[in-house]
């Protein structure tokens, strides 16, 4: 008998910086639930990936007097190294400056250009730099951009736009008649009740003020922004094509689950859906929305100086117990917390203790 698929997903790293453990989080999530469900005899697919175009690699490239391409090839060559590193088992791993990925983002453009569900119109906007994000007013906390808190510009540009508000009603009953869709249940509400219901404005779906990104074919000054290229990643590379998907594509996709940070949970839960549902193609099973690990109580960032990466500890308790760690501190549906001391108290109490007692005591039995 052939063995039941389950295709399952981290979101791709946005390959700007070396990610630190907190960023690992989602990783070694993924790969726990890919080697529980293999254990349980499915067919697994786990894919994981990068994410490699935008304004913000563009600009740190240039800083470092380097390509755009030479600095992500460098930021996926570590993480790929964390990923060796923390024992991850993925199937897949897409950038998406993969030529075949690249190729097929253009495409489904094209598709939803010529279908009516991509316009081109004018955006005018205020306009957040670090986010790469237009906001309305409406939208505005303060005057200040909500998702970083920073000044934001008014601006306008010539752009193609994509047709949310035809899918609102859609979209609500979706998620009214698919109760597992989005997870946690907190996570869902926040979704419908502050995003969804007030009504979805059409989302700007390229951009001309950067090149480092995949060009619209029939207009080249325009990039295709993050939503399409990044979020496409899930299908093109399983082999999803317009004109005509792989036998990999057909055998794995609807995806059984999307693992997502909750900062991204917006994009997954209105844009994805509306992507997909155009495209005539299902939707994934299941969005698993993520919280932070948080160092102590503080966000870790480079700025604050309390970044811990992997290898810090890996090389002081080894690959196990630092995945048991970042598993175990992670309650579902908040926030996590990472101190030395509590991993030092996690080794101790947890597998020193109780698991090895355990199996010391299990084994003077048996002998
Ligand atoms: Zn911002």
């Known amino acids: 008998m052939s063995k039941k698929p389950y295709y399952i997903t981290t979101a791709i790293a946005y ?38 175009h935008g304004v913000k690699i563009e600009e740190l490239a240039k800083s470092e007097g380097i390509t755009p391409k030479e600095h992500v090839d460098k930021v ?48 005018e906007g205020m306009y957040c730099t670090p986010c790469e994000s237009f906001w309305t007013p409406s939208q505005l906390v303060d005057g200040k951009c909500p998702d970083c808190g920073r000044e934001v510009q008014s601006a306008k540009e010539e752009a193609y736009f994509l047709r949310l508000s035809k899918y609102q009603q859609w979209l609500e009953d979706y998620i009214e008649t698919h109760p597992d869709f989005i997870v946690p249940e907190g996570k869902k509400k926040e979704m419908m009740n502050n995003f ?36 496409s990643n899930y299908i093109t590379a399983m082999g999803y094509d317009p004109d005509g998907s792989s036998d990999q594509f057909k055998k794995y996709w609807p995806c059984d689950c999307h693992v997502i940070g909750k900062d991204i949970m917006r994009f997954h839960s209105i844009y994805w859906p509306v992507m997909l549902h155009a495209l005539g193609l299902e939707l994934p099973r299941q969005l698993f929305g993520h919280n932070w690990i948080l160092f102590g109580e503080d966000k870790m960032s480079k700025s604050r100086g309390n970044v811990i990466y992997a ?57």
Not at 25 to 38: G, I, L, Q
Request: proline letters at 3%.
């Open 196 to 231: 969804i219901k007030p009504g979805l404005q059409d989302l700007c779906v390229s951009r001309t003020t950067f090149q480092w990104g995949i060009p619209v074919t029939f207009d080249p000054k325009h990039v295709i922004y993050v939503w399409i290229d990044a979020l």
């Open 311 to 367: 290898s810090d500890v890996v090389d002081a308790f080894g690959v196990d117990a630092a995945r048991y760690y970042l598993l175990s501190e992670m309650p579902y549906g908040s926030d996590g917390s990472i101190t030395y001391e509590s991993l030092i108290e996690r080794f101790n109490t947890d597998l020193a203790n109780t698991l090895g007692n355990l199996v010391n005591r299990t084994i003077a039995m048996a002998q």
């Open 15 to 52: 390959a700007s910086r070396k990610p630190h453990i907190g960023n690992t989080y989602e990783v070694v999530f993924t790969d726990a639930v890919a080697r529980y469900k293999r254990m349980q005899g499915y067919d697994v697919f786990f894919l994981t990936g990068t994410d490699e």
């Open 76 to 123: 996926v060559g570590e993480i790929q190294d964390i990923c060796k590193l923390m024992h991850i088992s993925y199937d897949g791993f897409i950038r998406t400056t993969d030529p075949r990925h690249e190729e097929v983002v253009q495409k489904i453009f094209k598709k939803l250009y010529d279908q009516g569900d991509i316009y081109k119109s004018e955006y």
